[in-house]
């Protein structure tokens, strides 16, 4: 029976993705349903749904987009009034992390899992990153060459850095990243010794990145793909790729508690996870997070970085992180 409705529905509606492993039951209740509601953060959000639309034609996809904040408001907000508008919803790393204690997602064990690594996923199938940004050094190739940039964290207290570091004010996960991967006593005592570089905070990762771009700092923290991009334009900056650890954050989807569309938040879910959309994220210029994809950029081979990935569960420590990181570069508010 179940192989009767694949049939009818590939004559339908064509091939393309339906066989890629799809359950038919849930095809079927999918194309019942007709719908997904999505909450997102990515701003490209809409057009990988319409890449999903053409695999699932009769689906419309209802995409929701915010910045993370306003959207967790929406939920929560929401969730007050009895109300679960959202199927499927893609959050920043923190933000997911209360919806799963609030109990406004649940687990799916996408199939697609399989082609993430520990640590851009959880165990219980409650979150799986879709894409990420690395979080790295930057610096503009005319004022600093490759022999001279700095290799390691411990390459940034030299001296010749003094004042000519640019550093967005809200990247308290520099920290985080480092007591996980050091310990706190480590992790504290080597930003102490940063703050003495009199670091040059600007509000902003693309900010940082377009100063860089334009010498006013020949050295910033700066997001990888951001600097990949720039260079692909032709600008003089180039990115450090031997930091120990080079930290991640990740933008994770989930299946909501009590979705309106369960199935065809499933297939949205799955698809999300594939190959197929994770290779348009790239060329949408993002970073996706499924580890047997080949980069778009040799240098982005995440195989050949020490990539620390921030999971959700470290939620709880988010708040000491700032405070911590504010403390230490005696940042105000």
Same mark, same amino acid.
């Given at each position: 029976? $179940?192989? &009767?409705?694949?049939?009818?529905?590939?004559?339908?509606?064509?091939?393309?993705?339906?066989?890629?492993?799809?359950?038919?039951?849930?095809?079927?209740?999918?194309?019942?349903?007709?719908?997904?509601?999505?909450? @997102?953060?990515?701003?490209?959000?809409?057009?990988?749904?319409?890449?999903?639309?053409?695999?699932?034609?009769?689906?419309?996809?209802?995409?929701?987009?915010?910045?993370?904040?306003?959207?967790?408001?929406?939920?929560?907000?929401?969730?007050?009034?009895?109300?679960?508008?959202?199927?499927?919803?893609?959050?920043?790393?923190?933000?997911?992390?209360?919806?799963?204690? &609030?109990?406004?997602?649940?687990?799916?064990?996408?199939?697609?899992?399989?082609?993430?690594?520990?640590?851009?996923?959880?165990?219980?199938?409650?979150?799986?990153?879709?894409? $990420?940004?690395?979080?790295?050094?930057?610096?503009?190739?005319?004022?600093?060459?490759?022999?001279?940039?700095?290799?390691?964290? $411990?390459?940034?207290? &030299?001296?010749?850095?003094?004042?000519?570091?640019?550093?967005?004010?809200?990247?308290?996960?520099?920290?985080?990243?480092?007591?996980?991967?050091?310990?706190?006593?480590?992790?504290?005592?080597?930003?102490?010794?940063?703050?003495?570089?009199?670091?040059?905070?600007?509000?902003?990762?693309?900010?940082?990145?377009?100063?860089?771009?334009?010498?006013?700092?020949?050295?910033?923290?700066?997001?990888?793909?951001?600097?990949?991009?720039?260079?692909?334009?032709?600008?003089?900056?180039?990115?450090?790729? @031997?930091?120990?650890?080079?930290?991640?954050?990740?933008?994770?989807?989930?299946?909501?508690?009590?979705?309106?569309?369960?199935?065809?938040?499933?297939?949205?879910?799955?698809?999300?996870?594939?190959?197929?959309?994770?290779?348009?994220?790239?060329?949408?210029?993002?970073?996706?997070?499924?580890?047997?994809?080949?980069?778009? %950029?040799?240098?982005?081979?995440?195989?050949?970085?020490?990539?620390?990935?921030?999971?959700?569960? %470290?939620?709880? &420590?988010?708040?000491?992180?700032?405070?911590?990181?504010?403390?230490?570069?005696?940042?105000?508010?």
């Amino acid at each position: 029976m $179940e192989r &009767r409705l694949l049939l009818i529905l590939v004559a339908l509606f064509g091939s393309h993705g339906i066989l890629a492993g799809a359950d038919s039951a849930v095809v079927e209740g999918a194309r019942r349903e007709g719908k997904v509601v999505f909450y @997102t953060v990515v701003a490209e959000s809409q057009q990988i749904c319409q890449e999903f639309e053409k695999i699932y034609p009769f689906i419309k996809a209802e995409v929701v987009r915010a910045t993370a904040y306003p959207l967790l408001n929406r939920i929560l907000n929401e969730a007050r009034a009895g109300v679960y508008n959202y199927d499927v919803v893609l959050q920043t790393t923190f933000p997911m992390s209360l919806l799963i204690q &609030r109990g406004l997602v649940q687990p799916y064990q996408s199939a697609e899992r399989k082609g993430y690594a520990d640590g851009w996923k959880d165990k219980e199938g409650y979150w799986t990153y879709v894409d $990420e940004v690395y979080l790295v050094v930057g610096y503009n190739t005319k004022q600093v060459s490759s022999a001279e940039a700095p290799r390691n964290w $411990e390459d940034l207290l &030299r001296p010749q850095w003094r004042g000519k570091i640019g550093l967005d004010p809200d990247n308290h996960v520099i920290y985080g990243g480092l007591e996980q991967k050091w310990g706190k006593e480590k992790a504290v005592d080597y930003l102490r010794r940063l703050s003495q570089q009199q670091i040059n905070f600007r509000k902003g990762n693309t900010l940082v990145a377009q100063l860089v771009v334009a010498g006013e700092y020949p050295l910033g923290f700066i997001y990888a793909h951001r600097a990949e991009y720039f260079k692909s334009q032709g600008a003089s900056v180039d990115w450090v790729s @031997t930091l120990n650890p080079i930290i991640s954050i990740g933008d994770p989807v989930a299946l909501a508690a009590k979705p309106k569309h369960p199935n065809a938040a499933k297939l949205l879910i799955d698809f999300l996870l594939s190959r197929e959309a994770q290779r348009h994220l790239q060329k949408l210029n993002r970073t996706p997070s499924r580890s047997d994809l080949e980069p778009i %950029s040799p240098k982005l081979n995440p195989k050949n970085l020490h990539l620390l990935p921030i999971s959700p569960s %470290s939620a709880d &420590r988010e708040p000491e992180w700032r405070t911590q990181f504010r403390s230490i570069f005696d940042l105000k508010g």
